[in-house]
């Protein structure tokens, strides 16, 4: 069920570059008339995915998080098989990430320096006795994260930059804590975009009674279901037992192996960008408000002509119809192509940049405006036009493909 769920949710990294692209262009497009408040959350998105990109498509950077003494030092550990990264009495003990890498640190460099672990918290998980053994983790690079409920602020800031990088997050909670309504509006709400890089481990699972521990589970599973969090992994763990961890093992390297999280964190990232965006793409135009120079215009030159929502609506129906056709799945290309260009229809020709400057609305079956109607009309159409060709790219690409 969980396989198929996850199988079902494979992201084709050129899609995902296209998405990013559309979204870059929507914002070059929009700058200057929408206020930069609006745009900071895409903005910083689309840079961090390209720097994601950019960097270590062989690694997979997980982040063990959760509240003081869930035991994610102990986890970590436990999976690295060294004491790495101090256990504590003192709460709370872990105050900077620490870093395990599987397989040569080399590679890992510059991702974990973009990450921004300190060199001397970095280590490297390869031995060449148990080399079979931990080669199904080989590209795991496990963080261990302070405190997200910590005491110390600086902790907390430290814990939410990192996971705005991670590409994937196991929450750990321990019994006592599980239902703390921090851990659930706070973090795990926040993550519902991303349940398919979400692992959460019920640790400290030896503390409860073998009769109390499916109960704790299925509530705990319910308060998941609450934070829309559904479907995610849900494991019970003893980081204080060598076998208390195979089923977290399995899964990282399931994680690994699938070399899917980070692009799967990305697009989850990019449907929450696409989410706050879409207001401005909406029925109404981008920037309708006063002071919208491309808005304000076409408002004024389409109350002074006649005929002018046929052509914008040809230009529009023109440019999807030739988005899809050079650029939509095969099938999709080759269904579109048997149906007429809109503007072919109208006589007219589309964007040529060598063209008139009022080609556009040259001979047309459409009632001629006035001269002074046509070139303000001319501007407006183009100004639109090419606002529209950039929704059209951000629709195209990141609104499920629903022209088809
Ligand atoms: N019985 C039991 N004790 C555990 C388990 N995991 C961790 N502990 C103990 O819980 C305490 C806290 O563990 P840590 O690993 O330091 O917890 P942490 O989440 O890293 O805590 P901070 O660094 O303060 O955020 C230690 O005394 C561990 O030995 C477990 O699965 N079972
Ligand atoms: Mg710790």
Redesign the pocket.
Known sequence: MRDALRGEQRVDPDVLIERLQAIQRFLSAVDGDVPDAQLVAAHTVVERAGDRLALSGRHTVVALA??????????FNSLARLDLSP???R????GVAHACVWGPLDGAVRLLDWIGVLPRHRFVRESPLDADDESTLHGLVLL?L??FDSVQHGHRLEVDRLLGLVDLVVW?VDPQKYADRVIHTSYLREFHRHKDVTVVVL?????LHPTELPKVLEDLRRLLDEDGLGGVPLLP?????PN?LSGLRAELERTVAERQAALRRLSGDVDAVVADLEPLVGPEPPSSKPGDASAQELNRALAGAAGVPTVAAAVEGAYRHRAVSNTGWPLLRSWRKLRPDPLRRLHLPGRDPDAPADSLVAATSVPDPTAAQRSALTLAIRAVADLGAAIFDFVYWNKAYDFA
């Open positions: 959760g509240a003081t003494g869930s035991g994610k030092s102990s986890l256990v504590g009495v709460r709370p003990t872990t261990d302070p405190d750990v640790n400290q699972a030896d503390r763990t003893v980081a204080v037992d208390g």
